[in-house]
């Protein structure tokens, strides 16, 4: 063997161990039984809309008893006569409800601490080519108190909604949903590592295959086959069993992409002031921004003036860390005023009528921050756009579970 060969096998060992140490790859440390597939709707099924719901180790098999399961019309026969027809139909009404054709597409709840990558490869490439045989797309979810980590996160991110076929405005609509109280756990998807001492053949075996896995990952969310952003590409490749990279805080649900419902401002619960929701707007912004600047905000908080008729925002406050160019922060002048109006209508101040009541997703309100980036010198063609989930009112360090709902 030359200098090389031992070179390249040398550092092949090394990257063996820096992926493999410590153990096994997305929760696969033995054979696994068949996750169950549950119908029944439980309570934290119905606060997320879901009428299946998965539990357990993904393994071979899964995609197989899913499929027979969500290819089944669960609505067909259901009349308004029909004594299941509020309990099956009307599950809709949960602030989880999504936009569409509902009352005949299943959502799918996951409750998994992993399990085999390959056959949720197999379940996520389901969701994507077979969808339209699923009824209208399968979207996913994780409820109250559940945890999906490691392999079973694949088939989370593969949650979509089909709402009108062969209409390419609706075909790659993600539909994915993380309750605050729930666990989302991205985890680098690679093959599990050989047990014991290896020879060259076996490592080279794991690496091609680690290095697949990831190519994989790649380009499914390039096809969005999986909905996730780079920032979220690059935490999942970076975090190798036992390691875990949470979905924990605002900040981090902004930055990947993660949509978290329902949470409690679909019931009027939101107490900061007009200065905290801006600065909390603009924080989170830049987070969301994706690959189109790495903006940095200063440590104070930021003040507000009118910026045109349109706009408040603030003189400065952000830097591009790229190109060293610095950015002010431009929010709708009636973000705050729209917002906190929908927060006293949804809390129920006066009007008796709306007190109390669960109405639906505050992203179909209309009121989502929007959020412009301008250069502070004039450039062409500089300016950076934002649009924001509601939840981008709170603080970016703001753990999830502040967020949550009250319980029925």
Request: proline content about 6%; some cysteine.
């Amino acid at each position: 063997m030359g200098a090389d060969e031992r070179a390249l096998t040398e550092e092949g060992r090394m990257i063996f161990r820096a992926l493999g140490v410590l153990g096994v790859v997305c929760g696969v440390a033995t054979a696994s039984v068949a996750a169950d597939i549950e119908t029944d709707m439980t309570e934290p099924m119905r606060e997320m809309g879901c009428t299946v719901r998965l539990t357990g180790e993904i393994a071979e098999g899964d995609l197989d008893r899913l499929r027979s399961v969500l290819q089944q019309n669960f609505g067909e026969g259901i009349l308004p006569d029909h004594p299941d027809f509020r309990e099956i139909v009307f599950r809709n009404l949960s602030p989880a409800v999504d936009y569409g054709d509902f009352f005949f597409t299943h959502r799918l709840c996951l409750n998994s601490p992993g399990g085999s990558v390959a056959e949720a490869k197999k379940i996520v490439q389901y969701m994507r080519a077979d969808a339209r045989a699923a009824l209208g797309g399968v979207p996913t979810a994780v409820a109250r108190g559940d945890r999906c980590e490691g392999a079973c996160a694949l088939v989370f991110l593969a949650g979509r909604f089909l709402r009108f076929e062969n209409t390419p405005a609706y075909e790659n609509r993600p539909n994915a949903l993380l309750h605050p109280e729930g666990v989302l756990g991205l985890q680098a998807p690679l093959p599990v590592r050989p047990e014991g001492s290896v020879d060259d053949s076996q490592l080279a075996a794991w690496v091609q295959g680690a290095a697949d896995s990831v190519a994989w990952l790649t380009q499914a969310v390039a096809e969005k086959t999986l909905f996730l952003t780079s920032d979220g590409v690059a935490q999942m490749i970076g975090a190798v069993a036992p390691g875990m990279a949470r979905v924990e805080t605002v900040g981090d649900a902004v930055r990947w992409g993660i949509e978290v419902e329902p949470t409690q401002l679909s019931f009027g619960g939101y107490d900061p002031d007009r200065e905290t929701f801006l600065n909390a707007v603009c924080r989170n912004a830049a987070l969301g921004l994706g690959d189109a600047a790495d903006l940095e905000a200063g440590p104070e908080s930021m003040t507000f003036e009118a910026a045109g008729e349109d706009h408040v925002g603030t003189t400065g406050g952000f830097v591009d860390a790229l190109s060293g160019r610095e950015y002010s922060c431009l929010v709708e002048t009636f973000s705050w005023q729209d917002f906190s109006s929908l927060m006293d209508m949804r809390a129920g101040e006066g009007n008796p009528h709306t007190r109390g009541l669960e109405l639906t997703r505050l992203r179909y309100a209309g009121t989502a921050p929007r959020v412009i980036f301008r250069a502070v010198d004039p450039c062409q063609d500089c300016d950076l756009m934002a649009e924001l989930p509601d939840i981008a009112a709170y603080p970016p360090d703001t753990p999830l579970a502040v967020l949550s709902p009250p319980v029925n």
